[in-house]
């Protein structure tokens, strides 16, 4: 019989193993609500999209929708150019935005 305590035999460990990797992953599966973005990793509070049925439309901040303008056209023109293809522009503009959105909030 083995006379170590539960908690020191392989069984507990591999239970205290597997209740970690669930946290984990249930904290993976659920960190883009709390990152304000997609389960693609796209930031949704820079789209600028306002839901039906919102009363008022909360302004947006004009430096954003120049810096969303002035890298949208930038990376529409690397397409253009054949620099990159279609898989990289989607990420290059998702992207984009967010960094736009981290320096000028798009709503003020």
Do not use: Y
């Amino acid at each position: 019989m083995d006379s170590r305590h539960f908690l020191d035999r392989n069984g507990a460990r591999f239970l205290a193993g597997l209740i970690c990797v669930l946290a984990l992953s249930g904290l993976a599966l659920t960190w883009h609500t709390q990152n304000n973005t997609d389960t693609a990793g796209r930031p949704v509070a820079a789209t600028g999209v306002i839901g039906a049925g919102t009363a008022s439309a909360p302004a947006i901040n004009p430096k954003f929708e120049e810096c969303r303008t002035k890298r949208s056209s930038d990376i529409a023109d690397m397409l253009n150019n054949g620099v990159i293809d279609q898989a990289k522009h989607d990420d290059f503009l998702a992207n984009a935005l967010q960094t736009c959105a981290g320096m000028f909030p798009p709503e003020s």
